[in-house]
């Protein structure tokens, strides 16, 4: 099967490739930038999702079987202007090439984000179905992806799923919701880190889990639903650090507030049942990710592994 990743240098992209190339796949990323280090077996090719002539002129070279689009800013810091051409027109690109080409099936990433507070819907787990209440301009742009996503499906009958990721986590990431990973790995720098709320609540879910759901998901020619919640390991910061602690005991990790946080949370109870029954995904133990993240700053800061113990 040939796939075409946009966005294929990013933070899931670069875990993604490898999974597809394993089981035989054509992979081409397109990007921007060329990731550090490619892949042997992987091809890549430089485009901007924001030109559609650069898209198209990717899609229709490559005629990919399935086309992923990972290309977008996580997070609201950009100007309206800039974050609107990359996340809305760049995926308005990608579904028009996906269609005029015949793609047989087109994914991309939405967001946990589209579903706002938890407060919104009480101490229950969220489903895909549930009302829609982001307000910050990160979430809007992917309810408004999601609506994208839908007028092509009833209007042109394209497949297109869409995947919403939670709180993604990992050694490298750098922008969106940030706290659950320095958590992590500003102790494991052997650095200081202080939180506005202990009972500040997250979803967090490793990058390669991630990658792992896309990868399950492009083998399907068509999946039974628009959109899946990853869903992820509930735990609030306060909880998070604890954790981290087993590991790294004399870890400075200050909250300014011991409660506050709560009620101020994002979506943290999900349910993703649809994706566990469909496709089988199992995540690892959080305590062995975060390990596992631990273990990657300190090889990358010339420290020798921790044990689980």
Do not use: W
Not at 68 to 97: C, R, T, W
Not at 107 to 128: D, I, K
Not at 267 to 289: K, M, S
Request: proline share 7%; glycine share 10%; hydrophobic share 40%.
């Amino acid at each position: 099967m040939k796939v075409l990743i946009i966005g294929g240098s990013g933070f899931i992209g670069r875990r993604l490739i490898p999974l597809l190339l394993a089981r035989g796949d054509a992979v081409t990323s397109m990007d921007i930038a060329p990731p550090p280090s490619l892949p042997d077996g992987a091809s890549f090719r430089r485009g901007d999702v924001r030109q559609f002539d650069e898209v198209i002129a990717a899609v229709a070279e490559t005629r990919p079987d399935r086309l992923v689009n990972l290309a977008y800013h996580i997070g609201s810091d950009l100007p309206p202007q800039v974050a609107f051409k990359l996340n809305v027109l760049g995926m308005q690109n990608v579904f028009e090439a996906a269609r005029l080409v015949g793609v047989p099936h087109t994914l991309y990433a939405s967001s946990l984000a589209v579903s706002g507070l938890q407060s919104h819907f009480g101490e229950r787990p969220v489903t895909e179905e549930d009302p829609r209440h982001g307000t910050p301009q990160y979430a809007m742009h992917k309810i408004f992806n999601e609506f994208q996503a839908q007028d092509y499906r009833e209007k042109h009958g394209t497949v297109i799923t869409g995947i919403r990721p939670a709180n993604v986590t990992g050694p490298d990431k750098l922008f969106g919701s940030v706290d659950h990973v320095h958590c992590i790995t500003t102790p494991a720098r052997g650095q200081g880190v202080t939180f506005p709320y202990r009972d500040a609540m997250r979803c967090p879910v490793h990058v390669d889990d991630v990658a792992e759901v896309f990868a399950r998901i492009t083998a399907s020619e068509r999946p039974k639903h628009a959109v899946y919640a990853t869903g992820g390991h509930t735990i609030s910061l306060g909880a998070l650090a604890a954790m981290v602690r087993e590991f790294i005991p004399d870890a400075e990790i200050r909250f300014e507030n011991e409660t506050g946080g709560r009620e101020k949370s994002g979506n943290y109870l999900i349910d993703n049942r649809r994706l566990v029954e469909e496709f089988g995904v199992q995540y690892a133990p959080f305590r062995a990710r975060v390990l596992q993240i631990i273990n990657a700053i300190r090889a990358e800061t010339g420290q020798k592994p921790l044990a689980a113990g």
